[in-house]
């Protein structure tokens, strides 16, 4: 028997849903401001978004940024967030945070893990000692955090396990940890607790757990347990399941995507909110994000291109000087990017803005009830044949009404 509903610290006000897909948009009112949906949220690991100030990442418009529940755990610990009055003060950032709950971590990072029923055991990456995270655990860390938005702790296996028992049992799992975090969470009046669906690509799997999970009644919803390396149209199926079973009236998280064109065909499919680390982290390779595809500008093609990184891109990177911006050419960052962290910085920037404008312009289409011609423009612009379109897009927008194909 599901326990009784935790009261909620968010309001969800839709404003509008596309008359062909299942896109939405909407706000979302959390304790430290809006944030307009459908939202990309900036990954923050440690507290700090690599290469920006709090002040910087204000700026490019963000307003709900992720922080990382394990790391903020090991250092600076949990008694120094206590002390100081959590994450919001430590980092010096006014606006939304959601914290995941460390269990991807215990997976991703560490082969040394073990999972049982009490929780994740691993050895510690500083010394090596047993560690135990437990759903408890994970929610009194989220609780001295102070982040706007707690995830559940849940059993994270890859999607592209061939062990059904095993992806059965981190499902049930994952909604017996939801109860004792549920009864863990000491602040439900000010921190929202977002469940997460698991059951890999089984879509009977996924069906059972979207049912367990919605019969909480969490104030949000995430779908986990992708972005693993598993197949694209595999993906969409699920993502696309998933969201015909949640409530109309709650935040829609899939969890770990940030590549644009997943971005726009999720939306597409119905969902609200997305988290990536790949915006920043290609940026540290010299990779800038642009309308029409990425450009690795440390190659020397660039030397002399005296271009804005993006031509039209209003990031403070790409305006001009007499615009406000800092007029930074392809050629700058091709001469800095190599040796220098600058480079690493200003492309940071540009790919942030990127990617929160990008949402900004989905969010205007479905509004203004434009999002089918939106999609065609954006893989119009993405590819310069429609034969070389990505057919898991094709075939995902196409099950939502969209053909890409068509003029």
Not at 68 to 78: A, E
Request: charged content about 20%; glycine content about 8%; proline content about 6%.
């Amino acid at each position: 028997m599901a326990p009784v509903p935790m009261p909620s610290a968010l309001s969800f006000e839709l404003l509008g849903k596309c008359s062909v897909t299942k896109a939405r948009a909407a706000t979302l009112q959390l304790p430290h401001g809006p944030v307009p949906l459908p939202i990309f949220m900036p990954v923050a690991t440690q507290a700090s978004l690599k290469g920006l100030t709090p002040e910087q990442l204000e700026d490019a418009g963000c307003r709900l940024c992720l922080n990382n529940t394990y790391h903020l755990g090991l250092k600076p610990g949990q008694a120094t967030l206590d002390a100081i009055g959590g994450a919001h003060k430590f980092q010096s950032w006014p606006h939304n945070i959601l914290t995941d709950s460390g269990g991807f971590q215990m997976v991703s990072l560490l082969k040394l893990a073990q999972v049982t029923e009490e929780g994740v055991r691993f050895l510690s990456p500083h010394d090596g000692s047993p560690m135990l995270l437990t759903p408890e655990h994970s929610i009194s860390l989220q609780n001295s955090i102070g982040s706007d938005i707690i995830m559940q702790l849940d059993d994270v296996i890859t999607t592209t396990s061939p062990d059904l028992a095993r992806m059965t049992e981190a499902m049930e799992r994952s909604v017996r940890w939801l109860d004792r975090c549920i009864q863990a969470h000491k602040y439900p009046e000010r921190q929202n607790l977002f469940c997460i669906i698991q059951g890999g690509l089984d879509l009977d799997l996924r069906r059972k757990c979207t049912a367990e999970m919605v019969a909480r009644d969490t104030p949000g919803i995430a779908i986990g347990g992708l972005s693993g390396g598993e197949a694209k149209d595999a993906y969409c199926k699920v993502v696309d399941t998933c969201t015909g079973l949640l409530p109309e009236k709650k935040p829609r998280y899939v969890m770990g995507i940030g590549y644009p064109e997943d971005l726009v065909v999720s939306v597409a499919l119905g969902a609200d909110m997305f988290d990536c680390v790949w915006p920043t982290r290609t940026a540290r390779f010299g990779n800038a994000i642009t309308a029409r595809g990425v450009l690795n500008l440390r190659n020397a093609v660039y030397s002399e291109d005296f271009g804005p990184i993006e031509e039209g891109c209003r990031c403070v990177c790409c305006r001009s000087q007499e615009d406000g911006g800092l007029g930074i050419t392809r050629a700058y960052i091709y001469h800095v990017t190599a040796k220098e962290t600058t480079g690493a910085h200003l492309l940071t920037m540009h790919n942030v803005q990127y990617q929160l404008n990008l949402m900004r312009l989905v969010r205007e289409a479905i509004i203004e009830d434009r999002y089918p011609a939106f999609l065609k423009e954006f893989f119009g612009k993405l590819y310069d044949d429609k034969s070389k379109y990505p057919e898991w897009a094709v075939d995902a927008l196409r099950g939502v009404g969209v053909d890409l194909l068509s003029d």
